[in-house]
């Protein structure tokens, strides 16, 4: 299977402080990828650079399925083949949960509104929220929210979905359905980029996992490598820190 | 002569209505035309100057600072008795609405452009994800939310604007407040500046109380 994202000497800094120094990292078509560290180690800014929501510096490159990712007029086509789930959900509070999953198609792919709409009661379906279609997504719990988001990034049938912490703004009993979806999706082929606390999770669904911290990759493997014969101390002690609770 | 008789002379309310109403016809054209004027360039400017290249934000700025400084009638006068000297000759009907529209777009920019902030910025970057067109983002995502923000403000804007139309009477607009005057020497009776007046708060007091509904429903509805 052939390389969907490649990134390059990825470096960014808010001023003169640098959150990342200089990433290089392949994902392939299908690969679920976990990132994992502690908070302020440069894992959601370097996926929130993939599809272009950070600028970084001039001299890194990203690109997505070849496509360079600059500002411009090609970043609407790389965003449109990049889904992301975020960790406060972000859906559009005036919508119904309906609309908020059919709306991207309609304008960005120009999809007919029967179609997209189909397309959609269908999606709501596949993350278990069929019957909430006609409400508004302050009337959902958060884990029925984070569902819809999900459903919402499918619907663009993106070639790639990041998600981004998506089940640290829930309650610990919605966690659950969120992560079940998302251990579907991961059976399904999908290529996904996951940053995420539940190591479990990671464990469990990723075909690598990526550890960070201080804006660098201190390792990367399979679940296996890292969470039972992690090399670098700093694995270690993070490990610890995080599956002792 | 007794108080009643001079301020509230009813015979003389009488003959001077038809021309109060005229006056308040002219009122409420030249409000809606400004109002309206004062809208979409208000949203223009407040949309332009979140995507401009720096200098046109610069500009914008420089626009909505001077003219929300500058007092209404001082600009109405410029218009309509300085400009003529480089050519531009507006009646006072078009000076006046030039005069309201203007000022009113720079506050109108003002009230949207803190709406737009107010909608969370997880919306704006929800919208770039997902692909959508700056305009998109404006038309679907942002502005519908934005608007329910800046219901208010706006009312209150009308409000002002409606109000201020009474300045129209010094470039010699039959406005309400002209008409009432140009009656008042006639009757040689001030009722119908009392009658003008009563009027303005006729018109006036329900926009006003709307207002205060509005405010009190979405500070309740935001908890």
Known sequence: MGTLISIRDLRKSYGTFAVLHGIDLDIAEGEVVCVIGPSGSGKSTLIRCINHLEGFSAESAITVDGIKVQPGAALARVRAEVGMVFQSFNLFPHMTVLRNVMLAPIRVRNAAPAEAEAKARDLLARVGIAEQAEKYPGQLSGGQQQRVAIARALAMEPKVLLFDEPTSALDPEMVGEVLDVMKKLAGTGVTMVVVTHEMGFARQVADRVIFMDGGRIVESGTPADIFDTPRHERTRSFLRAVLNH | ?223
């Not at chain 2, 308040?24 to 979409?40: D, F, Y």
């Not at chain 2, 910025?121 to 998109?136: I, T, V």
Request: proline share 6%; aromatic share 8%.
């Open chain 2, 1 to 223: 002569m007794n108080l009643l008789n001079t301020f509230f002379n009813l015979r003389v309310l009488w003959e001077s209505l038809p021309q109060l109403l005229w006056g308040l016809i002219t009122t409420i054209e030249i409000g809606i035309v400004s109002i309206i004027a004062g809208l979409i360039g208000g949203l223009v400017l407040a949309v332009a100057r979140l995507y401009a290249p720096a200098p046109g934000k610069l500009l914008i700025r420089i626009y909505v600072d001077i003219f929300r400084s500058i007092p209404l009638l001082v600009l109405l006068i410029v218009v309509y008795y300085a400009l003529p000297f480089v050519g531009i000759r507006l009646s006072p009907f078009a000076s006046t609405v030039t005069a309201l529209g203007l000022v009113s777009a720079a506050y109108t920019a003002e009230i949207f452009r803190a709406g737009i902030e107010a909608v969370p910025h997880g919306q704006f970057e929800a919208a770039a994800a997902l692909g959508f067109s700056n305009r998109h983002t404006m038309s679907d995502i942002i502005l519908p939310q934005a608007i329910r923000i800046v219901i208010p403000p706006l009312t209150n804007n009308c409000i002002n604007v409606l109000k201020d139309t009474a300045l129209a009477s010094v470039v010699a607009m039959p406005d309400l407040l002209k008409q009432a005057t140009q009656a008042q020497a006639l009757a040689a009776n001030p009722t119908p500046l009392i009658g003008a007046a009563l009027i303005y708060v006729i018109l006036l007091w329900p926009m006003v109380a709307v207002v205060g509904r509005l405010e009190k429903h979405l500070s309740k509805g935001r908890r």
